[in-house]
């Protein structure tokens, strides 16, 4: 059974960066079947994407984030990584890592973890 | 503003069903045929419902079932249960960016 976890602090400060990791177990993110991504969600609001990496080190950006987003795989611990640098309080959401296949659609989700952004 | 239109909710009595529409464009869901839709409990992540317009993930229930009309898809809940009782996002391939898109959502209340 493929499972996700987030983890990261739940308070970052404005301007500050934001380092998320999402664990994976049960399957390889070297997996070149699927994609890795970020998703997030702002309270009563909808999804929006964040970003994602394949297997190969790729990535896609969402254009509004691209200039404050970085996503990275690290294959020894089965990790992938979010950091979103110069943050604000827009940016306060759940975030969810989820893995993905490429008739699009997402398959795995972790279970979100929420982070404020404030002083 | 997203770039798929869901209407904000709809509503129905248990045994009956709904549908909830999800319009885009030739660049999206007129175009190909990868349209997902996804379940989301109060507090939980979204669940893969449908892929590829009408494609059920193992373990989801037949009463869940998708199709699509030019640059619109549609999510249909047949028997309608008090559990389907959550919001509904669908999601598309877009050829105007590297991700695809999402829908604003939709809540469905089971009356």
């Known amino acids: 059974q493929v499972q996700l976890q987030e983890s990261g602090p739940g308070l970052v400060k404005p301007s500050q960066t934001l380092s998320l990791t999402c664990t994976v177990s049960g399957d390889s993110i070297s997996n070149g079947n699927y994609y890795w991504g970020w998703i997030r969600q702002p309270a009563g609001k909808g999804l929006e994407w964040i970003g994602r990496?394949?297997?190969?080190?790729?990535?896609n950006y969402n254009p509004s984030l691209k200039s404050r987003v970085t996503i990275s795989l690290d294959t020894s611990k089965n990790q992938f990584s979010l950091n979103l640098t110069s943050v604000t309080a827009a940016d306060t959401a759940v975030y969810y890592c989820a893995r993905g296949l490429f008739t699009p659609r997402l398959d795995y989700w972790g279970q979100g973890t929420l982070v404020t952004v404030s002083s | 503003q997203s770039a798929l239109t869901q209407p904000a909710s709809v509503s129905g009595s248990p045994g009956q069903s709904i549908t909830i529409s999800c319009t885009g464009t030739?660049?999206?869901?007129?175009?190909?045929?990868?349209v997902s839709w996804y379940q989301q409990y109060p507090g939980k992540a979204p669940k893969l419902m449908i892929y590829d317009v009408s494609n059920r993930p193992s373990g989801v229930s037949n009463r869940f079932s998708g199709s699509k009309s030019g640059n619109t898809a549609s999510l249909t809940i047949s028997g309608l249960q008090a559990e389907d009782e959550a919001d509904y996002y669908c999601s598309s391939y877009t050829s105007s960016s590297t991700l695809e898109v999402f829908g604003g959502g939709t809540k469905l209340t089971v009356l």
């Open positions: 990496i394949y297997s190969s080190g790729g990535t």
């Open positions: 030739t660049s999206d869901i007129g175009s190909y045929n990868y």
